[in-house]
């Protein structure tokens, strides 16, 4: 499977930004449907959005609808989370993973990166 890894994360303020990257490697990500997802203490883990393999088509869960856009560059074998207006709800590791096989299952995922959304 290709290999995923998460950047980007940190502390911020409530109504603050951050952009996460996810940089792949061993193969090219430029076929495969990408998600985000991410997981709070003491919660299953959570869809966030997906984008197309062609980068014309996202989906996002409503908590970010409006909030957070998901971008990639092929080219650079990375896709991006930019995320806005920051809610403290928001605090969470953040996964992305990517669909690599016929089965539709996300079956790559990377280690996650730490977002915490405090003043």
């Known amino acids: 499977q290709v290999q995923l890894v998460e950047s980007g994360g940190g502390l911020v303020q409530p109504g603050g930004s951050l952009r996460l990257s996810c940089a792949a490697s061993?193969?090219?990500?430029?076929?495969?449907?990408m998600g985000w997802f991410r997981q709070a203490p003491g919660k299953e883990r959570e869809f966030v959005g997906r984008i197309s393999w062609s980068g014309l088509s996202t989906t996002y869960t409503d908590s970010v609808k409006g909030r957070f856009t998901i971008s990639r560059d092929n080219a650079k074998n990375t896709m991006y989370l930019q995320m806005n207006s920051l809610k403290p709800e928001d605090t969470a590791v953040y996964y992305c993973?990517?669909?690599?096989?016929?089965?539709?299952?996300?079956?790559?995922w990377g280690q996650g990166t730490q977002v915490t959304v405090s003043s």
């Open positions: 061993g193969r090219s990500i430029s076929t495969y449907t």
């Open positions: 993973a990517a669909k690599t096989s016929v089965t539709g299952l996300y079956d790559a």
